[in-house]
């Protein structure tokens, strides 16, 4: 089969061939890749913080390094008797990575899961933030429960701002976070409660790397 092409100028064509290896450029440049399957590993693990006591928290890595679960089984906030440390609850991780050299991370999104029950009034908040060790700049994502509300969730954030690793440095991931719950001047009876996997109160944050070569 005989194929023809339009004809064109030499410089109308070395415009095109230019162009054309420059966009491959920027799509070889901006194409994410992650390290290899069973690469990325938790090397140590600690957390702080009343609303994870000892005890109380556990880390996994997926086996392709997209993700990082942590859970916690006593991080609840709640309104009851109206005491201002049992209204907030928080808690400091800290992640020792391991990954092969070479990449760099960010968190992208942060996926919560959990339970909550609100009357009418009250106002649920979930706040994660995390920051890299040694560098500038903290990434959070925040997201809000207005009651009346009783129900499981399953809520995905971005990070705003998020931070970067840099190259060939492992250095460790510190992840922030809070539950609040705020019954402003709702009147008593009416209480809320917040935590994170809801059939025996577990709070689970998923968090996905996006990962670049350096």
Same mark, same amino acid.
């Given at each position: 089969?005989?194929?023809?092409? *339009? ?27 992650? *390290?290899?399957?069973? #690469? ?6 600690? $957390?702080?913080?009343?609303?994870? %006591? ?45 990954? %092969? ?13 959990? $339970? ?8 649920? #908040? ?15 994502? #925040?997201?809000?429960?207005?009651? %009346? ?37 709702? *009147?008593? %009876? ?25």
């Amino acid at each position: 089969m005989k194929v023809s092409f *339009p004809s064109f100028s030499p410089m109308g064509a070395m415009a095109a061939l230019l162009l054309l290896v420059t966009m491959l450029q920027l799509a070889v440049h901006g194409q994410a890749e992650a *390290p290899p399957a069973n #690469t990325v590993s938790i090397e140590g693990f600690s $957390y702080n913080g009343d609303g994870c %006591p000892s005890g109380s928290a556990e880390g996994s890595i997926s086996s392709d390094g997209q993700a990082l679960t942590v859970m916690f089984s006593k991080y609840t906030a709640t309104t009851e008797g109206r005491i201002q440390k049992q209204m907030r609850k928080s808690c400091v991780v800290t992640v020792k990575l391991n990954y %092969p050299p070479g990449f760099v991370f960010t968190l992208g999104t942060v996926t919560m899961r959990g $339970y909550g029950k609100l009357d009418a009034g009250i106002k649920g #908040t979930i706040k994660t933030s995390y920051y890299i060790s040694g560098l500038p700049g903290t990434a959070s994502a #925040t997201h809000n429960f207005n009651g %009346p509300f009783d129900d499981n969730y399953e809520v995905a954030d971005e990070f705003i701002a998020a931070v970067e690793s840099t190259c060939n440095v492992v250095r460790n991931l510190q992840l922030n976070s809070e539950v609040r719950v705020n019954p402003g001047k709702i *009147p008593l %009876p009416s209480n809320g409660l917040l935590t994170m996997d809801s059939q025996d109160l577990k709070l689970t944050q998923k968090f996905y790397f996006k990962w670049r070569r350096c």
